[in-house]
């Protein structure tokens, strides 16, 4: 059974960039068929698309994160990863990666990681 | 990209059918039929409930109900039961490999 877990710092400060992880087991994150996601969440709201990637490098990003986001695979490590640059309060969030069906649904999620900005 | 609109809330007695709609635009959910739902209870990661607009996944209960008309899309609960009290949201491509997701409807079972 595929299981998905992020991994990083939970607290920045604003200006640093957010590095976190997803380990993916239990499957292979080379398989073509997928893409892979990043989601993120604010403390009581709703859910926000940041960002997907193809293990071949493919990425797409949320045109109102485009310039601050970076996704990227080790094929090597099993893992993705999200950069995101000159974080602020608006930042934190709990983040979640998730494995995107050819289809365009995600399924399953990590459990998602706390990461709070704040001087 | 906007975020779809939902229902801040909807609730219903246990037993009852209730519907949360998701509108989007021509853009997303107009454009494609590649609407999928999610069950969030609190502290926990979504659990995808519905996808390509009205299929169900192995395991989820047939309660569960999706349909699409134009720039909207609709999940029912149909006899909902206390079990069912969590968080929904919608997502829709949009086109160019992006998502979006709905802003969320909190269902309270009365």
């Known amino acids: 059974q595929l299981q998905l877990q992020e991994s990083g710092p939970g607290l920045l400060k604003p200006s640093e960039t957010l590095s976190l992880t997803c380990t993916v087991s239990g499957g292979s994150i080379s398989s073509s068929t997928y893409f892979w996601g990043w989601i993120r969440q604010p403390p009581g709201k709703g859910l926000e698309w940041i960002g997907s990637l193809h293990f071949s490098g493919i990425t797409q990003y949320n045109s109102s994160l485009k310039s601050r986001v970076t996704i990227s695979v080790d094929t090597s490590k099993n893992q993705f990863s999200l950069n995101l640059s000159s974080v602020t309060a608006a930042d934190t969030a709990v983040y979640y990666c998730a494995r995107i069906w050819p289809r365009d649904w995600f399924d399953p999620w990590g459990q998602g990681t706390l990461v709070t900005v704040s001087s | ?110």
């Open chain 2, 1 to 110: 990209q906007s975020a779809l609109t939902q229902p801040a809330s909807v609730s219903g007695s246990p037993g009852q059918s209730i519907t949360i709609s998701c509108t989007g635009t021509s853009s997303d959910i107009g454009s494609h039929n590649l609407v999928s739902w999610y069950q969030q209870n609190p502290g926990k990661a979504p659990k995808v409930i519905i996808y390509e607009n009205s299929k169900r996944p192995s395991g989820v209960s047939a309660r569960f109900s999706g349909s699409k008309s134009g720039n909207t899309a609709s999940l029912t609960i149909s006899g909902v039961q206390a079990e069912d009290e969590a968080d929904y949201y919608c997502s829709s491509y949009a086109g160019s490999s992006t998502y979006v997701f709905g802003t969320g409807t909190k269902v309270t079972v009365l």
